[in-house]
């Protein structure tokens, strides 16, 4: 465990110590706060508000100009945030229980236990995605909770497929085996063993999956399946369409910035996650 | 002999698999939704005619004759009738899969062969200047939305700049291609990064083998190691890849046929979607897994085929 | 015919187009050009079986190939009845329950492999006993049987009777319906239904010869068999459906008379021609607005209503189209639709029903000026009432007491109906389809509402989903649009009525006993001043009870190339292609300046 532990301590050493890293773990940090101020309240509660002349461009008083209606960009923009970071929490929360359990017991049991799973997953990764989420958003109606429902149903086969791989390889190694001496049960030995030695397998999958989730909350807006009566990037997006036509380019720009930077630090953290966590690969990349 | 009983267990695996397909299908379609009165019958429909056309459309059978239904539409692909457009939806298939095709077909072969290469080069030159500004340049390409390219792209390169066709598809060669030019470059750009990322992950898996090692031991060049025998063995999982994807080319591309008013698959599914048409939807989803479990195998059995370190069990 | 809420507005409008510079015309046996009519249309058409014609593009598409027995005049206006296939107007009983046509004689169905040798036999009556029973066949479920639903004598029985029975006996005589002889056809209704001739003139109850039906069976759709003056072959939901002249159409003529200013705008010029009088109809499927746009500025389109985005380039505001296209020969039109657009209150939902002043509050609030300008370019009419103008019932000059945008007023109301500056009110969901452009509109509702502290959130359900949520009374409100299916202020006004309620027209589900009473009355009457003047009534009553947040009557603007000869905008379009020309020489000219 002392090695385990002494892994984890290197690898946030080494993102911390790399500089890319560690402002995209800034980047991350700073947007969580901004969804929880957005939440609470404090900032962009009134973006309903006309604060000027439909169109206005960027200038000092409306920093991301306005939309149609002459409403400040910038405090949609700040909504869209916490949508965005709240479709990413939920799914992940959603998809990673679920991967990582079903993974784990079907690695771990494996016999029927493990064809089981291994067919649940397969029948779902069989139908396509898009067509999966169109018919959740049916069955559950239009808004947020939707959202974060059917991206969580829909990402959790590529994790329960990794930790499945990776608890056949652990379980059977002699730190596992020592377990089994002591007398340690299954589950203790599922979670209170395996299932560290394998998290950082997860929490690479998770920095991926959150940028995922971002990007699909803008297809689904794009289809009309996506967050209803609030402000998504996704929705600015999809008005920047007709909007650039009359030049109209700062809600375009607005939430492509927005997303841009927080998709590019899970990126970035993820792969630093991945050299830092995977001691398969350490050494390779640099 | 064991490479065909391995396949033949396998093909055997579709059935377990199509039943479990078809039993989401019929869950998520026939039993939590689907009201097809609306669709079928116009605004205007009185209650008797809902009744007699669920009569009619088996919506009043058991909900095991309705599964049943739909398992057997998995293997004979016959699947009734839209209901927006009453059109037979194996006709909507045909005529919709080639539009798809004559532009994920050639979209999906530029950006692989150019993936390839690019994803060469950067593994030869790993951790050079140019490996790192291709690699930040594929994550900062795949933190944009696709939408974003879309829209950028069909403002820019072909309304403003017209370059290209705005929107708009002719059927029939050569009448097609001034209006898959666009569509292509955006799907090349889209699928440019995470392919690179990923050949370049799996080059560099067998870069640092054994037997490279081995290799540079043997004193041969670094290029002929990589071309004889990097490459060779990186074409494996390469391989995978693309057949994995081969299902999705026929799906066609959702966003992209349905920005540049290309009338193939892809936008047929977003029309479905907006009109409720679920037995078309339905068709494609079972399409789709039978095509993608179909694809899987072959996979594997490529996989074991060319790489005899896979255990057939 | 209810419609999207406004997301399709604009390509409502049918656009006409010519040939590409690519394509040059052929030239014919005669040495005469080819006169090509390309038509464009914005949305995907389901095919040629008039009982599936419930949208205004499948419409269209049918009645190139079928016919009917009435028409509406192409050029006058307001809008009168002709007879299409009909000898003559028909003769009515003075109970108005009897209608007695003459068909004419010599009308020929298109050849078909339907038929014996492949030739196409004689339209008699009974291929409109056959066809009007069709629309009551349960095995058909015909999309227009509302509009005959209880007025044809003996009809319902007998649908009844098919439901039952393992196929539908055709041959039954039923007394609503009857050939008297080959040439005569008899109608008795159950009830009076003044309204019952406009119907007639619908794509719905179009005639089909039963030996196609038999035939093609469910495939029938796929496989147009007409009389009228265009010919196809089968229907394949290719991007393009090709039309060509049906070499054996009767005599038909183009009309000799016109609405006043039709003969100074060239519309008589070809009076008592031939017609059809192009060779070939091209249609084409364009669902994107830039793709339409782009082709009718290559000359591919003859015309196209203007895309919003490019509005102010092509109209310049108090000057009328700008020069650029005047060069170019084209000219504009502009299209008042018989529409009306709102956002319905679901009356049998607690908090609206008997809240009158919550309903005048939220119309009050609603700033339609803006509105237009917004998605309308300001040249929309903001609705007064129910009833779109042009048609009797409608008041010019009338003011709605709610319809103005007065937040002061707005406030007071909400406060009276018991929720000061929205306190105590709900959250209230309003459901539309969901388009980026309908977002948008129910966004601005939205952001009104939130000026007096009313909270709307707004949800995009698609077209389907709204009609089951608004037929099963599970809406708060909605956003609908109503086209006109005749020009008939009744066909508003039932929205009103009660005993429609939903999933009847009315789905707002407001219920009035004073209103029905009215409705009731003039229901039965047939057209007259005394009628005209109930119908104003209930526009006044409709105005101060403010049953929906009334808001528009649309109006478009469309371009056409200056080769088209004979276009005039029709609401009710069905086959008017047959009397539109083709100017060859002009067109060769205008090309060249493109």
Redesign the interface.
Known sequence: MRKERSLWSDAFNRIVKDKISLISLIIVVIYTLIALLVSMGVIASDW?E?VGP?YAPPSAEYWLGTD??G?DVLRKTLYGTKVAMSVGLFTCMIAIPVGIFLGSIAGYFGGIIDEIVV??Y???????G???L???S??LG??LTAVYIALGATSWVHLCRLVRGEVIKHKNRDYVQAVTAIGGGHWKKLFVHILPNIFHIVIINASLLF?VAI?SE??LS????GV??VPS???M??????E???DVWWQ?FGA?IA???I??AF??LG?ALRDALDPKLKG??? | MQIFQYSLRRLLYLI??ML??S???FF??NV??GDPTPLLLGKNASAAQVAELREQLGLNKSFLAQYLDIVKSAFTFDFGRSWATQQQISDIISQRAWPSLTLTLPAFLISSILSILISLVVSFYR?KGLDISIRVLC??L???????YI?IGQ?FLA?EWELFEISGYEEGFPYFVPYIILPVIIWVVLSLGPDIRFFRTVI?DEV?QDYVRTARAKGLSEKVIFLRHVLRNAMVPMITYFVIQLPFLI?GS??LENYFDIPGLGSE??RA??S?DFPV?KA??IL??VA??VFNLITDILYAVVDPRIKLQ | MKKFFMPLVLSMFMITTSCTKSDSAKVKADGSLEKVLNIVVGAKVKGFDPNQASDRYSGNEVARIYEGLLQFHYLKRPYELVPNLAESMPEVSSDGLTYTFKIKKGVMFHDNACFPNGKGRELTAEDFVYSIKRMADPREQSKGWWLIDGKIKGLNAWKEKSGKADKTDYSEKLEGIQAIDKYTLKFVLSKPFPQFLYSLAMPFTYAVPKEAVQKYGKEFINNPVGTGPFITGKYTQANKIVYTKNPNYRDEFYPTQGAPGDKERGLLKDAGKKIPLVDKLVVKIMTEEQTRWLNFKKGKLDSMSIP???FANVMIPGKGLSDSFKKQGIVERKVVGLDVTYNAFNHEHELFKNNKKLRQAMSSAFDRDSYNK?FYQGVSLAAQSVVPPNIAGHIMNFKGPYQNFNVEQAKKLLSEAGFPDGNGLPEITLHYT????S??MA??F??NM?KIGIK???????WP?LVKLVNTKQTMMFSMAWGADYPDAENFLQLLYSKNSAPGANGSNYSNPEFDKMFEKAAIMSDSPERTALYEKMYKFAAEEVPWVIGFHRVTYGLIHGWVENSKSIEFDHGMAKYKNINMAKKADLLKKL
Do not use: C
Not at chain 2, 142 to 148: D, G, K, R, W, Y
């Open positions: 309903q006309i439909e149609f209606l409403r067919w649940f397969t029948t779902f990764s069989s139908i396509p898009i067509i999966l169109i018919s959740i049916f069955v239009k808004g940028q990007k803008v297809i794009y289809l009309g399946i209803q009566a990037w996704g929705k997006i999809d008005d920047a369409r007709s650039l036509n009359n375009l492509t997303m841009f930077f998709v590019l990126n970035i792969d390779k990349e640099s | 377990p698999v479990g397909v039993f989401l299908v998520l379609f939590v939704a951790g994550i900062a795949m933190s944009i939305s696709s939408l974003v829209i403002k309304a560099l640092y799906m959702l966003l599914v977003v979607a907006n409720n939807l494609f989803s789709f897994s993608y479990i | 919003t985005e490019e917004k969901y388009s980026t452009k977002r948008q966004e601005v939205q952001q939130s709307i959130k707004p949800t995009g359900v698609t989903e």
